[in-house]
């Protein structure tokens, strides 16, 4: 396991429909970062995980948007009925936290979403 | 509200000239400033991080100075070459917030040969 990975890497839609994207994080990983990057700008934090919870959301993430970790491995991001404003770079981020420790976050290459 | 400021927002340098990016921030409980290097299609890369009990960290040719009383860092890259061009991101997070990284705008360096 080299690094994060995510899948698709490209996913182009039409406007109103649903797209699911998966992040797998570094296995020894108990972290699980999404963010999102429109062009020319910084990644915005949507949500993270701490194991299988969901500690933090965004109020980025509307509630067409819902993540989960089920087992605490791989995350999945799920976009309902897509708007052309949800064009964006999806990036996953994982990090080892433990106590009051917290190591750097390890992005992935990122999904690009486009929609009609 | 926008929590980190950088600066310039485009930058272009000489090979073997000093880059230099600035970033400002508003939130006094960030206790963590990380810089991340991305290319195009890529995912942001950690280039090295500060944390506030220090004023400056040196990695190689690239340099954090940090003045916690401006709330301001930046981030020097010396000897800079071709391939350093890339879009910099600074960052800030503090640990009861889960450590979610705030990044700034970014920074687009061209280095020319």
């Known amino acids: 396991d080299t690094g994060v990975s995510q899948d698709p890497r490209h996913k182009i839609t039409k406007r109103g429909q649903n797209v699911t994207f998966r992040c797998d994080p570094i296995?020894?990983?108990?972290?699980l970062y999404w963010y999102r990057q429109t062009l020319g700008q910084g990644p915005e934090f949507l949500t993270y995980?701490?194991?299988?919870?969901?500690?933090?959301k965004s109020r980025l993430l509307s509630d067409r948007f819902s993540a989960e970790r089920p087992k605490g491995s791989f995350s999945t991001l799920e976009i309902q009925r897509t708007e052309q404003g949800d064009s964006a770079m999806y990036l996953c981020?994982?990090?080892?936290?433990?106590?009051?420790?917290?190591?750097?976050?390890?992005f992935g290459p990122g999904t690009r979403l486009t929609v009609l | 509200q926008q929590q980190v400021k950088q600066s310039p927002q485009s930058l272009i340098v000489q090979k073997g000239g000093i880059s230099i990016i600035n970033c400002a921030y508003e939130n006094t409980a960030f206790d963590y400033f990380p810089w991340y290097q991305q290319f195009p299609g890529k995912g942001p890369a950690l280039l090295i991080a500060?944390?506030?009990?220090?004023s400056e960290k040196k990695e190689g040719r690239f340099t954090i100075s940090f003045n916690k009383s401006a709330k301001q860092f930046s981030l020097h890259i010396m000897d800079s070459q071709p391939g350093d061009s890339a879009t910099y991101f600074c960052?800030?997070?503090?640990?009861?917030?889960?450590?979610?990284?705030?990044f700034g705008e970014g920074t687009q360096l061209t280095v020319n040969p």
């Open positions: 296995s020894e990983h108990n972290r």
């Open positions: 500060i944390r506030p009990d220090v």
């Open positions: 995980f701490q194991n299988e919870a969901q500690l933090e």
């Open positions: 981020a994982s990090s080892f936290s433990q106590g009051a420790l917290v190591n750097e976050q390890f």
């Open positions: 960052a800030a997070s503090w640990r009861t917030s889960g450590s979610r990284l705030t």
